[in-house]
């Protein structure tokens, strides 16, 4: 295998400890396993030219994540941003670590790293790259599960949520979130929060990194 193939595998490995499953065709899988692949083909399908540096960072974005429980932090908006950051922290070090060992050099370990810990985003277009595949994905398979979470919320809160997303991604990734076949009320929710936005996201448009 190749240097990059060895190190998805040391990816996976790692991830494979999940103690959460997630039944896949008939077969329980660990959590982070079925993300780290979604992010995987999500970004070979918007970004077929995506390089190795941003392949590393995809397959990573969620290493090892349950290491820190979102229940260690405070309840609401400001404890939720603590708990992202910590985790964006501990994955960038974990996929460092696991880069050196597979002899990567140092800039591809400290590129990798600020892709994960999101520090140019819409500035830097591997970022951005790697902010619109994490926003397809959720909405392709993770927004009902969220929806039904939160069931007790209005759709005027559901939107207000999927609006600040919408606001972290670029033109290219709302059209390839727009062309997922999403179901009728989800892209009811997705266009509303466009709408909402429209403004906003016109501006972002222009100055757009994709």
């Not at 960038?92 to 810990?117: C, K, N, P, T």
Request: overall charge negative; hydrophobic content about 45%; glycine content about 4%.
């Amino acid at each position: 295998m190749s240097r990059f193939e060895t190190l998805v595998a040391a990816i996976d490995a790692a991830n494979a400890d999940d103690p959460r499953k997630v039944e896949i065709d008939g077969a329980e899988t660990p959590f982070e396993i079925v993300y780290a692949e979604r992010m995987t083909a999500r970004l070979a399908a918007t970004y077929p030219e995506a390089s190795e540096l941003l392949k590393i960072a995809a397959r990573a974005q969620h290493l090892r994540r349950w290491d820190i429980p979102r229940e260690n932090f405070p309840l609401g908006r400001h404890g939720y941003n603590e708990w992202r950051k910590e985790c964006r922290v501990h994955h960038a070090r974990l996929v460092g670590e696991l880069m050196r060992a597979h002899g990567y050099d140092e800039e591809g370990v400290a590129h990798v790293g600020s892709l994960i810990r999101k520090e140019k985003l819409k500035k830097e277009r591997e970022s951005q790259a790697l902010e619109n595949v994490a926003a397809i994905v959720f909405l392709e398979h993770y927004f009902d599960d969220f929806h039904e979470k939160y069931k007790d919320y209005d759709d005027d809160k559901i939107v207000d949520i999927l609006a600040k997303t919408l606001c972290k991604m670029s033109p290219k990734g709302h059209a390839a979130a727009l062309a997922l076949p999403l179901p009728e009320r989800t892209r009811a929710l997705v266009a509303a929060a466009i709408a909402r936005e429209s403004e906003a996201l016109a501006k972002l448009a222009a100055v757009a990194v994709d």
